[in-house]
């Protein structure tokens, strides 16, 4: 019967066919007791299910990804259990897992409140401790739909009428009393799961994302493979809340956002001098790695995003306007076609590449209203945008070079922990298998020069060529994807962009995308969260206020205040008629790094007195150092 391979090469021989159960006790009773779900030839599969011919088979733990994700997918379905014993009549319409954990979306006309996500989790104890059995079942296609329909479960009615004709339809049974259609796979028994789960919150969901569609109610859970796990993701959100930018950027007084333009920021003086900050920044950095800065329009007429492919791609997301003479024109949301276009100006040889093209480019992009997020998910975003045009055998070491300049700027801005993510050929693409085959190693060989840890994202290249994400992880160690390096087969060609080459042949130049920020705002969202607003003081947005003790010291403060700025650092002077310790309390919770008090010992040694943020401690300086001190130090961070 059955030939077994195991990932370590070894093969296990039955003489009948076998359980993933069975195959595990019989590699180790440790094993046995751990397993949760098995692959059968790289297929997730329960580990109930039945192995009848020759395979491979591995079997994961809850110390395995695809253990853990099991163990919440299970979760999940547990929590609609308890939620459809404790509510009858309610309905349940999604369950995945999701990062960190699931959710599960409901239909019930009472809103769920805090007091109900505790009783939910109570009965859900319950079940575990029941460790009620999991039993998997394929339905006809008319019998599911006709059963969910009997006993109220529309909306699950219509997701079996949605699924293809020619697609298995499976149900999981959770003892004798609940059942829900999925493709699985499952644990054994809910006593496999565990308790090191918690349910966070309830928020709204349209059904299918559509908001024309009724309003469900939507409960997150996380779930781990223990408790010391939870612990920590717990502590983490924990100090994620107290990061959130929005409310910092609240109290920083750096942004807003209105209704009357959802998805856009309203930048306040304090914040849009660190926006200039990050971009002074990053252009003396392109400068000297010999990028030419350049702008285009932020409107151009549909037909250019037709040409480029942009439209059929893009088209539903993008901002249309049309003008009296009936023309349609888009705000751009992306860079590249114009990019292309100034390319395209004047005759271009071999001798120009590779030629690195940047722009801080304003674009647009609809959002559903539902997915804006702050800065971290908005509609129109700055783009630290650029492309390179270069000739296939300088692939390789353009790439390396954007690398580095990444990997160089994340380093300055406080991010040394970076991960890579390097994406081959999707199965539909454009161009051709050598030219595929010579963009992918040069990427692979630029990931593996840069020393990092790396993943490889099969068949999830862009259709028009391989690309490297990069990943930051934060102070609190979530990941963050910003900067993209993507090597573009495909749209030089369809916006006719060429040069000679050194035979006086005409070729198309390869195009290289590449952001490093990805999106400013969305940059400086991270980086809020990273520094909980405590900004390093070279890109901190107000470096410096100066308060005098009394009145009588204003123009003391005022001069002080005057050579500080002469020096290259931000400062204001705080002459408000409010007492000293009031004063420190406002500026402390705005992050300000440094706060100066001056009074008549001030005035007579002409010095500051130095109240660092986060710090009782106070330290007496001369002018003249003070401004020596810290200049150099608001000069020092990109050398």
């Not at 403060?557 to 406002?586: C, F, M």
């Amino acid at each position: 019967m059955p030939n077994i391979t195991l990932p370590d090469g070894k093969k296990l021989n039955f003489e009948k066919s076998v359980t993933g159960s069975e195959v595990a006790k019989k590699i180790s009773k440790s094993l046995a007791k751990q397993a949760l779900v098995m692959s059968i030839d790289g297929e997730l599969k329960d580990l109930y299910s039945i192995i009848d011919k020759d395979c491979s088979v591995k079997i994961f733990t809850a110390k395995d990804p695809e253990g853990l994700e099991v163990i919440r997918h299970d979760t999940a379905h547990i929590m609609a259990m308890a939620v459809q014993e404790l509510y009858p009549g309610t309905q349940v319409t999604i369950g995945p897992v999701i990062e960190n954990g699931f959710y599960y979306d409901f239909a019930r006309k009472e809103p769920f409140t805090s007091d109900d996500l505790k009783k939910i989790e109570k009965r859900m104890t319950e079940i575990i401790d029941k460790d009620v059995k999991t039993r998997r079942e394929v339905w006809e296609r008319e019998k599911a739909i006709s059963h969910f329909k009997k006993i109220g479960e529309k909306y699950k009615a219509e997701i079996i009428e949605s699924i293809p004709n020619n697609e298995q339809l499976t149900v999981y049974h959770h003892g004798d009393t609940w059942h829900d259609l999925c493709r699985g796979p499952h644990l054994e028994s809910s006593g496999k799961i565990g308790k090191a789960f918690k349910l966070t919150k309830v928020s709204g969901a349209y059904w299918r994302g559509n908001s024309k569609n009724e309003m469900l109610q939507r409960i997150y859970g996380t779930g781990w493979a223990n408790q010391k796990d939870l612990e920590l993701y717990l502590k983490r959100i924990e100090e994620a809340e107290k990061r959130d930018h929005r409310k910092l950027g609240k109290e920083m007084d750096l942004f807003h956002f209105r209704e009357e333009s959802p998805g856009s920021v309203f930048w306040h003086e304090k914040g849009w001098s660190l926006f200039q900050k990050l971009i002074n920044y990053m252009r003396s950095r392109q400068d000297a790695a010999g990028y030419k800065e350049v702008n285009t329009p932020e409107v151009l007429d549909r037909l250019l995003w037709e040409k480029s492919g942009h439209w059929e791609k893009y088209g539903a997301n993008m901002y249309t306007s049309e003008t009296p003479d009936e023309k349609i024109f888009a705000i751009k949301p992306m860079n590249c076609p114009g990019h292309i276009q100034v390319f395209n100006q004047g005759l271009k040889s071999y001798r120009d590449l590779p030629l690195r093209i940047t722009e801080f480019g304003k674009v647009h992009r609809y959002e559903p209203s539902g997915a804006l997020h702050g800065l971290l998910r908005v509609r129109a975003f700055t783009q630290d945008d650029a492309h390179i045009f270069c000739s296939e055998d300088q692939i390789t070491s353009e790439c390396l070079n954007v690398t580095n300049l990444i990997l160089d700027i994340y380093k300055d801005l406080g991010f040394e922990n970076v991960l890579l993510k390097y994406a081959d050929r999707p199965e539909v693409r454009v161009g051709s298998d050598d030219v595929w085959d010579k963009a992918e190693a040069s990427l692979l060989k630029v990931v593996k020069a840069s020393k990092l840890k790396y993943s490889i994202n099969k068949g999830e290249g862009a259709f028009y060529g391989p690309k490297i994400e990069f990943v930051l992880r934060d102070a609190i160690g979530r990941d963050w994807q910003c900067g993209t390096l993507q090597v573009d087969l495909n749209l030089p060609a369809r916006l006719d962009a060429s040069y000679v080459d050194k035979d006086g042949s005409k070729k198309v130049p390869v195009m290289l995308h590449r952001a490093l920020f990805g999106s400013l705002e969305r940059f400086i969202g991270i980086l809020i969260e990273h520094y909980a607003g405590k900004f390093p003081f070279w890109i901190s947005p107000l470096q410096t206020v100066v308060i005098p003790i009394s009145e009588d010291f204003d123009d003391y403060a005022i001069k002080v205040s005057k050579k500080i700025k002469q020096a290259g650092i931000s400062s204001l002077v705080d002459l408000k008629k409010h007492n000293l310790n009031y004063k420190i309390r406002d500026h402390s919770l705005a992050k300000i790094p440094l706060l100066l008090i001056c009074g008549k010992k001030e005035v007579d040694s002409n010095s500051v007195t130095i109240r660092r943020l986060d710090s009782d401690k106070q330290e007496n300086m001369k002018l003249d150092l003070f401004l020596k001190t810290f200049s150099a130090l608001n000069q020092a961070s990109s050398k």
